[in-house]
Nanobody
Framework: QVQLVESGGGLVQPGGSLRVSCVAS????????MSWVRQAPGKGLEWVSS????????TYADSVTGRFTISRDNAKNTLYLQMNNLKSEDTALYLC??????????????RGQGTQVTVSS
């Protein structure tokens, strides 16, 4: 069955950096666009970024453009999100999702359990 397992979250100070990862299994990873979404406490899912199957096309939410970078390693079935210059408003549970684009990432049933990122001094 489809499995998406995130890791790499933690506590970081404002202005700091963190890289979260998502290992996929149960499907042919290289044939699917992938996305990151996040959920802050008490709020709904927010799309963060998407990447095409070969990694050449990447899109970002305005709130993270210039600070976050999505990437993938199809040989390792792994999706990454490099987060720089983190702000307190980036505090959320970060989940990887199978699918490309805001609508697909929010609607899909295939999301991981998430990894918590907390930005605080």
């Amino acid at each position: 069955q489809v499995q998406l397992v995130e890791s790499g979250g933690g506590l970081v100070q404002p202005g700091g950096s963190l890289r979260v990862s998502c290992v996929a299994s149960g499907f042919t990873f290289s044939t699917y666009g992938m996305s990151w979404v996040r959920q802050a406490p008490g709020k709904g899912l927010e799309w963060v970024s998407s990447i095409s199957t070969n990694g050449r096309v990447r899109t970002y939410a305005d709130s993270v453009t210039g600070r976050f970078t999505i990437s993938r390693d199809n040989a390792k079935n792994t999706l990454y999100l490099q987060m720089n210059n983190l702000k307190s408003e980036d505090t959320a549970l970060y989940l990887c999702a199978r699918g490309y684009g805001r609508e697909a990432a929010i609607a899909t049933n295939y999301r991981g359990q998430g990894t918590q990122v907390t930005v605080s001094s």
